[in-house]
């Protein structure tokens, strides 16, 4: 009876139609998460198949394991005495990492603005930008640090570079975004008065984007001191190295050590740039 | 200067109205360019640049770019199936923990959104979201892989830890934008929790829960590969690693390199298009 009250069509047609209609929605829904569910379990399987992973290990070993790391990485008070070790291949690795972003974004600012659809110089360059910047971003960091060293061999420098091949392309596309989104206003105002090129980018562009490219050059250098363990372990530097030289030689506790100094690097970089965000916005 | 007392206008010392006036943000950004260039410049002087000679190295470093990049190519030390399974096997990878990651991180996004939660409960997560990101993905996959052993295992549990605080986050956030009047109807006719999550929480998010999941596996995709590499985890990461390491073959290392590009653009395409359609930007 209800139902029929609310229903502001006929007498009876409208009720009964709207009904169905809700029946015909709820069972379409029921039947898509049906459909998610079973996908889910079919690519896990289809996945977990593959390459041998097996689910109730998995479940049983995860727990166990993370109790045994805690107990075998926990850094012991011998271990203490190798920060001295530690310490410096950590400030090398903080500065690599700094100095990878800053200099990557100087590069990458400058072929944002000249690949961005608002301020570019147009022409074919808004798609060889893109291209660029997604080849570097995409090219595995692997490869990078392999490449590299073949030529440069196991120095600072390597990794330095590796990093800031990646940041490359990584922030030439965030700031390719940045400019885009910008508005487009002050430029078209500067154009109007007979502004140069040079002159709409230094007044108009640079202005409006520097909040948000510091913002990422803050990120990237959150994620190059991360990535910089993966590119130390390969190129033989910076804390990466110190971490493999401790793993591979089963001193646990003195890895665990310099897991922990990482870890502290890494939230302390992330507290700083979310004060400094907030101080500049 | 007796009249710019009282004019809001700021003068200069000559007595020209000010067009730039600083203001305290203005002033911090300053200080934040001016430290990242002087560390920067600090860096750079101090770096250690081996015995190399820079150019010699740079000229040396771009034809072997060339040389990989133009002449990719097998050398007889893998067949063209062991690498497509290899890639197929780091795509594998990646899909158990993005998925095994999305249920785990689906619970924890449900307990870390205020609007869901308490704030005692959505602090608790978000500290232990912070450290799980603290620790590097590799040095994850490298402690497991000593803690129950080489394999698949290992991977996926090292790699899960970043895709838990990462999917937590993008999670929470999608569920705290959730019109607060939908939940509060529901409360007010007396739903449960679980029935307010599964009548209007996921009704109303899916799809962008679904965005930043794929998101998420291509992202997973890319580390995947890394870890393959360094952990011996398996997969085209370890083959590229091999073909890089150990044959120095910089022909296998260019096909390597072209089929995860190929891979890494089309799925950072759909994610772009996903990200699009579907996430709101705030």
New interface residues.
């Given amino acids: 009876m209800a139902a029929r009250k609310l229903a502001p069509l006929g007498p009876n047609g409208g009720a009964e139609d709207s009904l169905a209609k809700t029946n015909a929605f709820f069972r379409k829904k029921t039947l898509v998460l049906f459909a998610m569910v079973v996908a889910f379990f079919v690519i896990n399987g289809v996945s977990g198949a593959f390459v041998e992973f097996d689910f109730v290990s998995a479940a049983v070993d995860v727990p166990a394991g993370i109790v045994w790391m805690l107990s075998e990485f926990a850094p012991s008070a011998s271990s203490l005495e190798y920060l001295d070790s530690i310490m410096p291949a950590l400030g090398s690795t903080i500065l690599a990492s700094v100095a990878s972003s800053c200099i990557a974004a100087v590069f990458s600012f400058i072929l944002a603005v000249l690949g961005s659809r608002s301020v570019g110089i147009g022409g074919p360059m808004a798609l060889i930008v893109r291209a660029i910047a997604s080849i570097f971003r995409n090219i595995p960091v692997v490869a990078w640090a392999l490449v590299l060293l073949f030529s440069f061999k196991q120095s600072e420098f390597t990794g330095f570079l590796a990093l800031f091949l990646t940041s490359f392309g990584y922030l030439t596309r965030c700031f390719l975004e940045t400019i885009d989104e910008m508005s487009t206003g002050p430029i078209e105002a500067l154009r109007a008065t007979g502004a140069t090129y040079f002159q709409i980018v230094v007044q108009a562009v640079i202005p409006m984007s520097v909040t948000s490219v510091i913002s990422w050059v803050l990120y990237m250098i959150e994620t190059n001191i991360r990535d910089a363990t993966l590119v130390g372990i390969l190129t033989g530097t910076g804390i990466g190295f110190v971490f493999d030289v401790y793993y591979k030689s089963f001193r646990y506790d003195v890895a665990g050590l310099t897991l922990v100094t990482i870890v502290i690097v890494v939230i302390a970089c992330e507290t700083l740039s979310n004060y400094i965000r907030r101080r500049i916005m | 200067m007796s009249e710019a007392g009282n004019s809001p206008a700021r003068r200069t010392r000559s007595g020209k109205l000010r067009v730039h006036v600083m203001h305290?943000?203005d002033a911090?950004?300053w200080v934040?360019?001016g430290a990242?260039?002087a560390?920067?410049v600090?860096?750079?002087v101090?770096?250690?640049?081996?015995?190399?000679n820079f150019f010699d190295?740079?000229v040396?470093?771009l034809g072997?770019?060339w040389e990989?990049m133009s002449t990719p190519g097998l050398a007889g030390h893998f067949t063209a199936e062991d690498v497509i399974v290899g890639l197929?096997?780091s795509?594998?990878?990646a899909?158990?923990t993005t998925?095994?990651g999305a249920v785990i991180a689906f619970v924890f996004g449900l307990f870390a959104a205020v609007n869901l939660s308490n704030k005692a409960a959505s602090n608790v997560i978000k500290i232990l979201m912070?450290?799980f990101?603290?620790?590097?993905?590799?040095?994850w996959v490298?402690?497991?892989s000593?803690?129950?052993?080489l394999?698949?295992?290992?991977a996926?549990?090292g790699l899960l830890f970043h895709s838990i605080a990462y999917l937590v986050k993008a999670y929470s956030e999608a569920f705290e934008e959730i019109d607060p009047g939908t939940l509060e109807a529901l409360r007010a006719s007396g739903a449960r929790w679980w029935q307010i999550v599964f009548q209007a929480v996921i009704?109303a998010k899916t799809n962008e829960l679904l965005s930043w999941t794929f998101i998420r596996f291509e992202i997973n995709f890319?580390n995947a590969?890394?870890v393959g590499?360094?952990a011996g985890a398996?997969?085209i990461?370890y083959q590229?690693?091999l073909a890089?390491?150990f044959y120095?073959n910089?022909h296998e290392?260019g096909l390597?390199?072209y089929l995860?590009?190929a891979v890494?653009?089309v799925l950072?395409i759909i994610a772009t298009q996903l990200r699009k359609r579907f996430i709101v930007q705030q």
């Fill in positions: 305290k943000a911090a950004l934040v360019v990242l260039v560390v920067t600090f860096a750079m101090i770096m250690d640049y081996g015995k190399v190295a740079c040396a470093a072997d770019f990989m197929f096997e795509l594998a990878l899909a158990l998925f095994i912070s450290i990101r603290a620790v590097p993905t590799i040095l490298l402690v497991f000593v803690a129950i052993g394999g698949p295992e290992a996926v549990a009704p890319v590969v890394a590499a360094v398996g997969g990461g590229l690693f890089g390491s120095l910089l290392v390597i390199v995860c590009l890494a653009v950072e």
